[in-house]
């Protein structure tokens, strides 16, 4: 089974940075397309960013373009985000997600599309 483990999160002041790690383990992580998302207390999980099976194509969500920078070494097997000029907004739980669906041809901003998340890591960031 695939297996993520996210890393990185922690307690910073508005306008701090922060860089986020996702190791991944099982199947092949150079198939997949994979994603950033995040959840705060009392809201539903929501799209933060994506990136495409090479590496080559991105997306963000509008709210954090500009600011995030995802990334990816497939020879690490790993994902980055990496979270510039926070705001007390960006508060959240984030995950480290995959698409499964190896053969799809753009890269989705949508939750549904995602599994596997790991246990999240909790970024703070206080005004």
């Known amino acids: 089974q695939v297996q993520l483990v996210e890393s990185g999160g922690g307690l910073v002041q508005a306008g701090a940075s922060l860089r986020l790690s996702c190791a991944a383990s099982?199947?092949?992580?150079?198939?997949?397309?994979m994603g950033w998302f995040r959840q705060a207390p009392g809201k539903e999980r929501e799209f933060v960013a994506a990136?495409?099976?090479?590496?080559?194509?991105?997306h963000y969500a509008d709210s954090v373009k500009g600011r995030f920078t995802i990334s990816r070494d497939n020879g690490k097997n790993s994902v980055y985000l990496q979270m510039n000029s926070l705001k007390t907004e960006d508060t959240a739980v984030y995950y480290c997600?995959?698409?499964?669906?190896?053969?799809?041809?753009?890269?989705?901003?949508?939750?549904?599309?995602?599994?596997?998340w790991g246990q999240g890591t909790q970024v703070t960031v206080s005004s």
């Open positions: 997600e995959r698409d499964p669906l190896v053969y799809r041809a753009y890269v989705s901003a949508a939750v549904g599309d995602y599994d596997y």
């Open positions: 099982g199947g092949t992580f150079r198939s997949y397309n």
């Open positions: 990136i495409s099976r090479s590496g080559g194509t991105t």
